[in-house]
C-alpha cells in the first residue's frame, strides 16, 4: 500500500449524501466526568474468572525411609527433623518464603529451589507444591524463568530418595 493511500485511512470520512453523515457531540452541562471504577465495575463483572481455591493446609509429613545401616547420630538427626516438621510446618514455610523474598540479584535458581526443597521437607504434596511456588515466582526478579523452572523441580523432588526410578523400602 503506497503512502498516500494508508494516509487517507487515517481522515476522516463523509457519505456520498451529507445527509447520511453524522456526528453526534454530547457535551452539554449534564455530563460530567466518567467514573472508569464504576464503568468497569458494570460493564465486566460477569467477565471476572472465580478465585482459585486456596490449598490445604500442609499435608501430613512424607516419612523419610531409607535402606541398610544408619549410624546413631544420622537415626537421631532424622528424628529430630521428622519432630520439627510435623510440629511446625506453617513455620517452616513462612520461614522459607521469608528467605527467598530477600534473595539478592543473581540467585534466584538456587534460591528457589532451596524454597522448594524447604516446603516439600515442610509435607506439602505435590499439587500444593506446584501451586505454592506459582505464587511465589510473583515475587522473582523474572517470574518467566521461575514458572517455567517449576516442573522440573517438582519432578525432581518427587524423584528424591528414589532408587532405580522406585521408592527405596
Request: aromatic letters at 6%.
Given at each position: ?16 449524501k451529507p445527509a ?66 510435623a510440629a511446625k ?27 522448594a526443597l524447604a ?51
Amino acid at each position: 500500500m503506497d503512502r498516500q493511500r494508508s494516509i487517507r485511512l487515517y481522515l476522516p470520512c463523509q457519505a456520498k449524501k451529507p445527509a447520511d453523515s453524522f456526528f453526534r457531540e454530547f457535551n452539554d452541562d449534564l455530563r460530567g466526568p466518567l467514573d472508569v471504577a464504576l464503568w468497569l465495575d458494570a460493564c465486566i463483572a460477569t467477565l471476572r474468572p472465580e478465585p482459585e481455591p486456596e490449598p490445604e493446609a500442609a499435608a501430613a509429613p512424607k516419612p523419610l525411609v531409607s535402606e541398610g545401616a544408619v549410624s546413631d547420630h544420622l537415626r537421631e538427626l532424622r528424628q529430630k527433623l521428622q519432630a520439627e516438621r510435623a510440629a511446625k510446618p506453617s513455620q517452616i514455610i513462612e520461614d522459607a518464603e521469608r528467605e527467598w523474598r530477600r534473595t539478592p540479584h543473581g540467585h534466584g535458581h538456587e534460591a528457589f529451589f532451596r524454597l522448594a526443597l524447604a516446603l516439600h521437607r515442610a509435607g506439602l504434596t505435590d499439587p500444593d507444591l506446584t501451586h505454592r511456588l506459582r505464587e511465589e515466582a510473583e515475587y522473582a526478579r523474572s517470574p518467566r524463568d521461575r514458572k517455567a523452572e517449576i516442573k522440573g523441580i517438582v519432578k525432581k523432588l518427587d524423584q528424591s530418595g528414589k532408587i532405580g526410578g522406585r521408592r527405596a523400602a
